[in-house]
């Protein structure tokens, strides 16, 4: 139990994480991963290199210790991660194994003059109480899922019935579970967890379900990423007929039901969790506006389905941006897209509902330039390909 002389030494190490958590928490990783092979499958190891998982996970302890007497006010990042854990699986016995190494690395990195005894079982105490509250988290969505129609827990097997190429660096896997059961329905905007074992090594994904819920199967849309060792091995190495293991949809990024303006925005293969949500949204009869940014027509996947779709219902309007447009392209615009075409496409009205998805330079920008543009923080939504990261 966190008692009340815990708080306030967790709390006083605020300044000291805000100057210096990177290093801790790039410290904690490498002795885990290096420590605890059994843990690895569950981080990305681009992500590490990259440091993106240092940074990400030193915002999130950052933002924990901030708030630790109003937990409250942590807002929607309890949700990101519970999903993500939920999506890959994550185990109450992997916690102890986090708990030691994180415990450790606030001895190494800060030294003994700093981390006394005292301050490291505040932090242990501060730990346990927020395992325990991800732990009951997890519990019930894993019980849930599990209960429900077509639902199940941990791995399951489905057979890849369908490969498309949807651009030069798209490829769609149309999946059935290899029981022939039902599968789960899950929510536009959600993602699932898959493993694969990629030469000898077991790896976890998340990867964005790009079609609406059929409750016969899954349709994933992935980017052929450069030394992306399971994007690759997707697309070089899984043929039709082939079994792949996923865990259940998982993900808090879903489209919520109202009659508001929508608008959809993304970059990338951001475009793939905004496609079942188009499709969730069209037969309401709300005003939609699709706008989709990309490098050119070359990568741009999914063209041809949203061209159909504004062609044949009028309340859909589809803007695209390339950054690098060939003469008959046929492109709304060209470049980076700015808060200035950003404002002429949106709805008169920015009593919108706006959801965003793509790379995190895109990400910033987009999200900068909805607060400009007047758009309500509380009907802004959006989610990340890696890692939760501030978007300052």
Not at 77 to 91: E, F
Not at 333 to 343: D, H, I, K, M, W
Not at 368 to 388: K, M, N, R
Request: aromatic share 8%; proline share 5%; with cysteine.
């Amino acid at each position: 139990m966190l008692n009340e002389r815990q708080r306030e030494i967790v709390k006083a190490t605020v300044p000291l994480l805000e100057t210096g958590g990177e290093a801790l928490t790039t410290h904690f990783y490498q002795i885990m991963l290096a420590e605890h092979p059994e843990v690895r499958p569950l981080f990305n190891q681009a992500h590490q290199q990259s440091g993106a998982q240092p940074r990400a996970l030193a915002n999130s302890v950052l933002m924990y210790a901030k708030n630790i007497d109003r937990l409250e006010n942590l807002g929607s990042l309890p949700a990101q991660i519970i999903n993500k854990h939920v999506a890959l699986q994550v185990q109450p016995e992997h916690y102890p194994v986090v708990g030691a190494c994180l415990l450790r690395a606030i001895r190494e990195v800060l030294g003994a003059e700093i981390a006394t005894d005292e301050v490291i079982a505040a932090w242990a105490a501060a730990y346990q109480q927020l395992a325990d509250i991800l732990i009951g988290a997890e519990r019930a969505v894993y019980e849930q899922t599990a209960a429900a129609e077509g639902g199940w827990r941990g791995a399951r097997a489905f057979k890849l019935v369908q490969k498309q190429a949807e651009s030069a660096e798209i490829t769609s896997f149309y999946l059935e579970p290899v029981d022939g059961g039902a599968v789960i329905t899950h929510q536009p905007g959600q993602y699932i967890g898959l493993r694969a074992v990629v030469d000898g090594v077991e790896q976890r994904r998340n990867y964005s379900l790009s079609a609406a819920s059929n409750g016969k199967s899954y349709r994933i849309s992935v980017k052929r990423e450069a030394g992306g060792k399971v994007s690759n091995y997707l697309h070089d190495s899984v043929h039709v007929g082939d079994t792949l293991e996923l865990f259940p949809p998982a993900g808090h990024f879903t489209l919520q039901s109202n009659a508001k303006p929508l608008v959809l925005i993304s970059g990338g293969v951001g475009i793939t969790p905004t496609l079942p949500m188009l499709q969730a949204a069209l037969p309401t009869g709300r005003e939609i506006t699709f706008i989709h940014c990309a490098r050119d027509r070359g990568v741009h996947a999914f063209r041809e389905k949203i061209d159909a779709l504004a062609a044949s219902h009028s309340q859909l309007t589809r803007r695209y941006c390339y950054d690098a447009a060939m003469a008959g392209d046929e492109v709304d615009a060209q470049g980076l897209l700015s808060t200035e075409q950003l404002g002429e496409w949106l709805p008169a009205s920015r009593d919108a509902d706006v959801y965003f998805l793509g790379p995190r330079g895109f990400m910033r920008s987009v999200k900068q330039s909805l607060s400009t543009l007047g758009v309500p923080d509380a009907q802004v939504h959006y989610e990340f390909f890696g890692p939760a990261e501030a978007l300052a």
